[in-house]
């Protein structure tokens, strides 16, 4: 038993002074951008009023005469990607380690803009320097397959399966259930 809580302890002082637990590197949960959710308190879906106006940060609210907050652009190099350490001013190889479900949209010619809706995260980079210019973060997009499974789950919970569903169940239990 000793053994096991030296070894836990161990473990664990390894993963703080890594660098990889946000609250051992010493950093401050004000300066944490969390793709799809906010930077520090400010957060996606929440009322702009009460966000505080910080340096660096820029908000869009979701429509005219809204007050929701539906994006946060970050431009100051302090904030920081909570999961991989992504911040103002890395270099463009940097992003692609982190994300491949990603789109590509041209800026004019020293601007690009990489997008991974699922995540909920955008950086425009500057192609010149090919360096991150500013992080966005918007709500994530939920896929259409994602979409489609559950109204097809809805639909069989009330008994609405298609006839390909109720062909493929028969030939299941034909195959497999005696």
């Not at 590197?25 to 910080?54: D, F, M, W, Y």
């Not at 479900?101 to 995260?121: H, M, S, W, Y």
């Not at 939920?142 to 789950?153: A, L």
């Amino acid at each position: 038993m000793r053994q096991f809580t030296l070894m836990l302890w161990s473990c664990i002082t390894i993963i703080m002074l890594s660098g990889n637990f946000p609250a051992a590197a010493g950093g401050n949960p004000e300066l944490l951008i969390v793709p799809g959710v906010g930077v520090g308190q400010i957060q996606i879906g929440t009322k702009s009023g009460r966000a505080a106006r910080k340096e660096g940060i820029e908000i869009e609210t979701v429509g005219r005469g809204s007050d929701i907050i539906g994006k946060i652009k970050v431009s100051d190099k302090r904030y920081n990607i909570q999961y991989n350490d992504l911040r103002v001013g890395d270099e463009l190889q940097k992003i692609f380690r982190f994300y491949q479900n990603f789109t590509k949209e041209a800026r004019g010619k020293d601007l690009l803009i990489i997008r991974d809706p699922g995540q909920g995260v955008e950086f425009l980079v500057d192609m010149k320097t090919e360096r991150i210019m500013e992080i966005g973060i918007f709500e994530p997009e939920v896929p259409d397959y994602y979409k489609r499974k559950s109204q097809r789950s809805e639909a069989v919970k009330h008994g609405m399966e298609t006839k390909s569903e109720k062909a493929s169940m028969r030939n299941y239990y034909k195959e497999n259930v005696k």
